[in-house]
């Protein structure tokens, strides 16, 4: 009896054993390469919806648009044959990471810039758009620039590029401004709005979401911000097919043709 206990057992923990090295081969635990995504029936991609012309949930439609979700709806139509087949999730600077760390995600294409401190915690594909940090401010304060905003307090997103943007365009200035962290661009607007910062900074893209008549965006344009398609670290196999698509896609003239497209 007590050997076959003890046979029993070690099944147990060789499965167990064999259960972990097949969870952690190929693609990683988690997120899984293609044949996972496969599997699951849908492509589940981590988008903006605050962003025109990159990732917008329309609210006259109820539907996302822009660049970024017409490269997810392509890399649905490369798996599953149907550009319909992928979920939308939405995020912020803040929450796009750790929604591909617990594998939530298969993908970020998030005006997710490509740094090489990032680097160290994602894959990211070939640079499918650069784009550029400004500053939004009130037009009633008649700033032109960076300069006139010495002693000023600039808003700027938790986990973003763009603090460490400004602080490089203001010291080469020598201009001192400071910063109030928050964690969605809405609250960032709303503190401009009501006068708790004196500007608002990220990349331009995501400021023209946030543009009205009271409002206006700056000339200056501080710390190039090059847009990557970002998978979970352990997921290379991942990581190398979408990149081999995004390359297809710059050569081919399927992004130059979307960036037309949405007057990019
Ligand atoms: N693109 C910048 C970044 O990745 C701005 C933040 C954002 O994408 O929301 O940090």
């Known amino acids: 009896m007590k050997t076959v206990k003890n046979w029993a057992c070690t099944a147990l923990i060789l499965l167990a054993v064999s259960g972990a090295v097949f969870a952690g081969g190929k693609g990683d635990a988690g997120a899984g390469g293609v044949d996972a995504i496969k599997k699951a ?7 903006k919806s605050d962003v025109p012309g990159f990732g917008l949930l329309n609210p ?58 990032r680097k160290l915690t994602y894959n990211f594909s070939s640079i499918y758009y650069t784009d550029g940090v400004g500053l939004l401010t009130k037009t009633a304060a008649g700033y032109k620039s960076l300069k006139d905003l010495n002693g000023k307090t600039i808003g700027v997103a938790q986990s973003a590029t763009s603090r460490k943007a400004i602080e490089d365009g203001a010291a080469a200035l020598g201009v001192k401004v400071s910063f109030a962290e928050f964690a969605t661009y809405p609250e960032i607007k709303a503190a401009l709005d009501s006068g708790r910062v004196d500007a608002f900074s990220v990349d331009k893209a995501i ?7 009271s409002v206006g965006l700056l000339d200056d344009t501080y710390a190039p911000q090059p847009y990557g398609v970002a ?34």
Not at 41 to 47: E, I, Q, R
Request: aromatic share 8%.
């Open 207 to 213: 400021l023209r979401g946030y543009l009205d008549s």
């Open 231 to 264: 998978t979970k670290l352990g997921n290379k196999d991942l990581a190398a097919w979408v990149d081999g698509l995004i390359q297809k896609w710059l050569k081919d003239g399927t992004v130059g043709g979307l960036v037309r497209k949405y007057s990019l």
């Open 41 to 47: 029936g849908v492509l589940k991609v981590g988008v």
């Open 60 to 117: 006259e439609t109820g539907k996302y648009e822009g660049l970024e979700i017409e490269l997810s709806k392509l890399i649905a139509n490369e798996i599953f044959g149907d550009p319909e087949r992928v979920a939308f999730t939405p995020v912020t600077a803040k929450t796009r990471g750790p929604l591909l760390d617990n594998g939530d995600i298969d993908f970020v294409i998030a005006t997710f810039t490509v740094t090489e401190e």
